[in-house]
């Protein structure tokens, strides 16, 4: 898999955050296609911040990875990992991905805490303020998509596109991660593959 210099912004189709982290996976399918758009830490700050699930502001984050480099080269791995793991879990039922998954969310859970919501009618979990708050808040998404009900979990029809999402349609037959890219490209080649024929 090649992995892109400039993602953002990430795609958003996934209907639930950790399907759209398992999207930033292009063209999944096919080997030689795939296209990692998480290809360092910062993207993986980048992504937590589009989808605002941090408790640091990403420039104090950046800066504590640059001043350790191998501490950041770890959590990036550990977001990939637990990634692939959400896909697993799902698509392919892997115990070895649940496993996985139920580690780090034990793990963020032992090292976040409970803070007032800005409502102050609610509490919310508030992951560490370090280079493992990425990783942290990621594995309590992975948990939260996990325990869900999964009966609506669909990877896109095309051959090698490999997007996943939540099937929100009203009748479930949505078929493709978007109407306009996967939809569209997979209707006008069937309609040539007819003219053809
Ligand atoms: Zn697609």
Redesign the pocket.
């Known amino acids: 898999m090649v992995t892109a210099d400039t993602a953002p912004p990430f795609p958003r189709v996934g209907g639930h955050p950790a399907f759209d982290l398992v999207d930033t996976v292009h063209w999944r399918l096919d080997e030689r296609r795939a296209i990692d758009t998480l290809a360092s830490f910062d993207d993986v700050v980048a992504w937590c911040a589009q989808f605002g699930v941090l408790a640091d502001e990403p420039d104090a984050l950046r800066s504590l990875a640059r001043r350790d480099p191998s501490g950041a080269a770890e959590e990036h791995a550990a977001v990939l990992a637990l990634r692939e793991a959400v896909h697993d879990a799902v698509f392919a039922a892997s115990p070895s991905a649940v496993g996985l998954i139920a580690r780090e969310h034990v793990a963020a859970l032992a090292r976040a805490s409970l803070v007032r919501g800005p409502d102050e009618r609610s509490w919310s979990w508030r992951v560490p303020t370090d280079l493992t708050g990425p990783r942290a808040a990621i594995a309590m998404l992975a948990q939260d998509l996990v325990t869900s009900d999964l009966s609506a979990a669909r990877q896109?029809?095309?051959d090698a596109?490999?997007?996943v999402y939540l099937d929100t349609s009203p009748r479930h037959n949505r078929v493709?991660?978007?109407a306009a890219?996967?939809g569209n490209r997979n209707r006008v080649a069937r309609h040539q593959a007819r003219k053809r024929a």
Request: glycine residues 18%; proline residues 0%; charged residues 10%.
């Open positions: 896109c029809a095309d596109c490999g997007w493709w991660c978007t890219g996967c």
